[in-house]
């Protein structure tokens, strides 16, 4: 049983807040929240046992979990470590992984940073967006973890158990890369859509009473928080770029297809298309 310092009360820090103490691995949550009215939600929700200042928080918990956008992060992170006593262990929860490790690379403390993403999330933020189970099933990235010591990687693996979440180990570099693909670029792509529809439709009304599951579902991501994703584009902007040129590439595809009336070419690229169906269920 630990004392868990829980540093960004918003969907993320909130949830794993919520799960950790619920489900038996941490004895104390304590919460650094810069936010007041999202400190005081926090508290009244029940995420927290209490919330503190950054100093009280790596004074008093053993596992400091930084989550909080990954551009305060990058200048956070070390100096939480700078602060760090023995056998305590920070970690982060952030979605680009390469600036955050070099950060880090060659503090006299770095092997008491685990660096972790938690592939989980909703549009919503906030603490009253955390939700109990939100990390089940789901994947949990350790970006460089042979930089980090052994039994601190051990510890972060156990506190991810406990969340039901499954490891999966990989370099900064190759992270980065591999989420601008599945992630970042659902993002910019729903953004753009989003504001494709207001510039063109103007009449709001027209877009509630006509949209289905399939826009609503589209759409979903243009309500992410713009504090936390554009420091993440800023952050992997050549990965995002060149996701970007590739999706580009394809509407051109499909637009001189619908141009050209040509069928035969539809039908070829949506069948290609098809083929997600045996990677995605």
């Keep these: 049983m630990k004392t868990v310092g829980v540093v960004g009360l918003g969907l993320i820090g909130g949830s794993m807040a919520l799960d950790l103490r619920r489900r038996g691995f941490a004895s104390r949550v304590l919460g650094v929240e810069a936010d007041s009215v999202a400190a005081e939600a926090a508290l009244t929700i029940g995420l ?57 690379k060659y503090h006299p403390r770095r092997k008491q940073f685990v660096s ?21 099933g789901r994947a949990c990235i350790f970006a460089n973890a042979e930089e980090s010591a052994p039994k601190a990687v051990k510890v972060i693996e156990q506190m991810y158990d406990v969340l039901n979440m499954r490891p999966i180990y990989m370099n900064a570099e190759q992270h980065d890369l591999h989420t601008a693909y599945v992630s970042h ?31 609503s579902s589209t759409v979903r991501l243009a309500k992410s928080n713009p504090d936390m994703w554009v420091p993440i584009l800023s952050q992997n902007r050549d990965n995002v770029l060149r996701v970007m040129d590739t999706y580009i590439e394809k509407m051109k595809e499909f637009r001189s297809a619908i141009d050209a009336y040509d069928e035969e070419k539809l039908r070829e690229l949506i069948l290609e298309a098809n083929r997600i169906k045996k990677i995605i269920r």
């Design 116 to 136: 972790t993403h938690p592939m989980a999330g909703t549009e919503y933020s906030g603490p009253w967006a955390a939700q109990p189970g939100l990390f089940d």
């Design 48 to 104: 927290v046992d209490k919330v503190v200042s950054l100093q009280e928080c790596v004074a008093e918990a053993d596992i400091i979990v930084v989550a909080v956008p990954v551009g305060t992060a990058v200048k956070m992170v070390p100096e939480i470590l700078d602060q760090l006593g023995d056998d305590k262990i920070v970690i982060d929860v952030c979605s680009t992984k390469e600036e955050i490790c070099r950060a880090v």
């Design 185 to 215: 670029i659902s993002h910019v792509t729903s953004f753009a859509l989003a504001l494709t529809v207001l510039d063109k439709e103007k009449d709001e009304k027209h877009i509630f009473d006509l949209a289905s599951g399939g826009f």
